[in-house]
């Protein structure tokens, strides 16, 4: 073999070419040659001068384009967020743009055009395919009007081994970058990307080493002569590696477009819809050598059936590797069957078999294939491919659901049109339910299309709490069940469903439940006198000099002298997105409107309220006989633990994390409210969802932030005391607030609080210092921050999980036990690295990855280290 290549280079080096190209008996010495691997017209393609590469690259470097795009909401195989690509013009005339599937996404996206001379042109969906990796963008062509630029033409013939071919492209968001490389497979597997993202199938890739990179999706894979033979999808990142698609499907796709579209009506960026045929059984196919198909069981004569029905060149057979449940092909092929006949004749290649299924859509088609030896003939129905792909997706709480498509369908083993959560949005996540979750019921009916389960949830009224039960992919076999708390508050729109109009690219929305429903809102109130006359108490909020607060080692700290109590720990949440919007701010003398809570930005100082009625009488405490102190079964009933989720949406004036756990204790209750008190790093802000479990009694109910102190460290929580019952309400009590006198040097204290467990403990203490100054340290990603506070220093660290209030040995609150937010050794690695990561990553031009950012945020973070380590040595 070796020798032939030599000669046939040599005969390479004496052809003679002209104007009007080789010879014929020229051309027949090549191709007789040659080896049978390797086309003859790629080794004369390659006898192109720089000359001829520098003019064809003239007329393609104009017509290539830069694509930003963003996503708008994640779905179907794609998720939110924004990118660079690329694509190029295929028909100047009526403003088409080819590009990947991947780049125009399924879902809606906003994105635009940089043409070379840097003129941004706002560019629409048009089409993506459902199975392949292509789609078309449309642009006006009007408004393109600085840059002469022409199309680039389709040559997919012209793909051969050792064809030499140029990748230009946006390659690692340079613009403009030109990769050179030589064809060497026509039969690469298609490349899988994602195990629950998208992925081609059922068709044959190229394979060059031309060592493409991020950017380059969708650039032309172009020859000599300035043809588009490929289109450039994807590589390794570990090598040289790059993947290029076929244009055979690519070039009749474009072509209904030119037979159906009128240039003056994409003008106008409103066309009359394309409808593109595309045929599925719903089954994966895989191309196998003869060798592997013999060890499945394919029979001897019908090898050489196939071997002399089929071209010299062909090595392999059709061979299924996967069907998906409830499809055409399912009970009906198996994984290893082996494609022998499709309607009589013998197919091998996956452009074959497209073609049949692209053209008889609805239609029965007749399949032979042949199973561990045996001769199976079935007839199966061929489908519509657009009928089980979603155009359509219905947005709650500011989460993503839609039908399940056939890709992800593929991926997990499920059914096609199953209720699929894209984006587990607030409502969803906080109930624990995750990215591509399959949701089978909710409140105990089935939900088995998103028709069933749009109906149910109109059924559901705010605040209502419902079993959801939902199947994942990795544990497939197994469903759980959680806790749904439909939105109490309007922190995002009522559900709406999004629709696509594949007239104008873009998606229509419509209210997804009637106004008439249940789902209206249901929150509760109280009497409008009490309220008034609390409401009164905070406006006439007075400072009192001399109030502390106390510290245990800088980390936990509770105040004295205000005539609240509070307790809370933070939850740090990793990678929670920050989103910044306009809070809702309700004025005191609105409180009493639908929910009849106060929330107020009031800028009191203190806090003082006497409650008579639910005064505990020193002389009326009665002990259990155990080994508890008086205090703690005094101040139990009057503990609470908090449980705040704050929706994405509100994440901003400094709110580091999304869930919060923290003790609260209960200042006031009556028949008609109840107050708590708690620490501000608990409830960070107004708009959060409180939910309250009682120490003294088994339920958790949802309360209201009424009030947020704008620099001392305490909050007010209400809650309705009717939602508790009689049996509740009955054992649950406020605790005694005693502000006088004020602690002292060696005055002993009794920490009384609640771990997770909702389980009262105490520890004593002795106070060493009643008044130490509290220096909070601003943190990199400015947050709230106690100001002008003294704390108490005792002789006990508690540690971090421990948190409560103050007491007396009668269970009389003296101080508050708060959790202060700071930023220590023990913040997240995103949070103590925010500053670094917004200056990286605000610099557009700098196209890094998510792993990229990270390693150059630690670097930063180490070389700051570094700086501050010969001062810390000296200090040593």
């Not at 071919?165 to 497979?185: C, P, Q, W, Y």
């Not at 999304?658 to 501000?680: E, N, P």
Request: glycine residues 8%; hydrophobic residues 40%.
């Amino acid at each position: 073999m070796a020798e032939a290549i030599l000669g046939s280079l040599d005969v390479i080096k004496k052809v003679r070419v002209s104007d009007d190209g080789i010879s014929i008996a020229e051309e027949q010495l090549l191709k007789t040659r040659l080896p049978m691997e390797i086309d003859s017209g790629a080794a004369v393609e390659n006898l192109a001068t720089a000359e001829d590469w520098r003019k064809a690259l003239s007329r393609v470097v104009p017509a290539v384009v830069v694509l930003r795009t963003t996503a708008c909401r994640a779905f179907d195989t794609e998720p939110a967020g924004s990118g660079y690509a690329t694509g190029f013009i295929v028909d100047k005339k009526r403003g088409i743009i080819l590009t990947n599937r991947h780049v125009v996404k399924p879902g809606p996206i906003v994105a635009e055009a940089v043409f070379l001379n840097r003129e941004e042109i706002p560019v629409h969906p048009l089409y993506r395919d459902p199975v392949h990796d292509f789609g078309f963008l449309h642009f006006d062509p009007g408004a393109v009007q600085f840059l002469e630029y022409e199309e680039i033409p389709f040559a997919p013939e012209a793909a051969s081994v050792g064809l030499e071919i140029r990748v230009v492209g946006n390659d690692s968001g340079e613009k403009v970058s030109i990769l050179s490389g030589t064809i060497a497979r026509l039969d690469r597997d298609a490349p899988p990307y994602k195990r629950d993202g998208y992925n081609d199938f059922n068709t044959f890739y190229m394979q060059a080493a031309s060592g493409t990179k991020g950017g380059s999706s969708g650039s032309p894979v172009i020859d000599c002569k300035g043809c588009a033979v490929a289109l450039n999808a994807g590589s390794k990142t570990a090598g040289a590696s790059a993947y290029f698609l076929p244009l055979e499907r690519v070039v009749r796709a474009l072509k209904f477009f030119q037979e159906d579209i009128l240039e003056s009506s994409l003008s106008k960026n409103s066309w009359q819809p394309v409808h593109i045929p595309r045929g599925t059984l719903q089954m994966t196919l895989m191309h196998k050598g003869f060798d592997e198909t013999r060890r499945l069981g394919l029979k001897r004569e019908t090898e050489q059936m196939v071997r002399q029905a089929s071209p010299s060149t062909e090595t392999g057979m059709l061979v299924v590797d996967s069907v998906v449940p409830g499809g055409p092909s399912h009970k009906l092929l198996e994984p290893g069957d082996v494609l022998v006949l499709v309607n009589g004749e013998v197919v091998t290649q996956f452009l074959r078999l497209e073609v049949l299924l692209d053209d008889n859509v609805g239609k029965h088609i007749d399949i032979e294939l042949e199973r561990g030896g045996a001769t199976i003939t079935v007839t199966l129905l061929i489908q519509d491919l657009h009928s089980i792909t979603p155009n359509f997706f219905l947005e709650v709480s500011g989460g993503v659901v839609h039908p399940l498509s056939y890709q992800q369908a593929r991926n997990f083993r499920f059914t096609c049109g199953l209720v699929y959560v894209a984006d587990p949005g607030y409502m969803l996540s906080r109930a624990g339910v995750p990215k591509h979750a399959i949701i089978k019921k909710l409140a105990g009916e089935e939900t088995s299309v998103l028709d069933d389960f749009i109906a149910v949830y109109s059924k559901l009224s705010r605040g209502a709490r419902v079993p959801l039960e939902f199947l994942t992919y990795v544990d497939r076999h197994r469903s759980k069940s959680v806790l749904v708390t439909v939105d109490r508050h309007e922190w995002y729109a009522p559900p709406q469903l999004y629709v696509r109009d594949d007239s104008t690219g873009l998606w229509n929305v419509k209210p997804a439940i009637s106004t008439t429903s249940a789902f209206s809102l249901s929150l509760f109130g109280s009497s409008n006198g009490e309220q008034q006359q609390l409401l009164s108490t905070y406006d006439n909020i007075s400072t009192k000099e001399g109030s502390t607060v106390s510290v245990v080692n800088g980390v936990e700290k509770s105040c004295e002298g205000e005539a609240t109590g509070s307790s809370g720990e933070s939850v740090q949440a990793s990678d929670a997105p920050i989103i910044e919007s306009e809070t809702k701010r309700r004025r005191v003398n609105n409180l009493l409107g639908g929910d009849g809570l106060a929330n107020t930005d009031g800028t009191s100082d203190h806090f003082e309220h006497n409650i008579a009625d639910n005064e505990v009488a020193e002389e009326t405490v009665t002990i259990p006989a155990s080994s508890a102190s008086t205090a703690e079964h005094v101040i139990e009933p009057t503990l609470v633990m908090m449980e705040v989720h704050i929706p994405p949406s509100a994440m901003l004036d400094g709110v580091h994390a999304q869930h919060f756990f923290g003790t609260g204790v209960i200042v006031h209750h009556s028949q008609s409210l109840g107050l708590v008190a708690v620490d501000r790093n608990t409830v960070a802000i107004s708009v959060s969802d409180v939910m309250l479990s009682f120490a003294a009694y088994p339920i958790e109910i949802p309360a209201e932030v009424v009030f947020l102190h704008p620099v001392h460290n305490f909050a007010l929580v209400a809650y309705d005391p009717a939602a508790l019952g009689s049996a509740g309400a009955a054992a649950v009590r406020a605790a005694t607030l005693l502000s006088e006198p004020p602690l002292s040097r060696g005055d002993a204290v009794y920490l009384v609080g609640l771990n997770r467990s909702l389980q009262a403990t105490s520890r004593k203490s002795v106070v060493t210092n009643p008044s130490v100054a509290l220096n909070v340290g601003a943190a990199d990603c400015p947050r709230y921050r106690a100001m002008n506070m003294e704390v108490i220093e005792v002789d006990t660290d508690f540690g971090h999980s421990f948190s409560g209030v103050l007491a007396d040995e009668l269970g009389r609150v003296q101080a508050l036990w708060a959790s202060f937010s700071t930023q220590d050794c023990a913040a997240s690695v995103c949070e103590r690295n925010w500053s670094t990561w917004a200056l990286i990553h605000t610099r557009r031009r700098i196209r890094l990855s998510v792993s990229q950012l990270e390693r150059l945020v630690f670097c930063s973070t180490n070389a700051r280290l570094a700086r501050r380590l010969p001062i810390i040595t000296s200090a040593l």
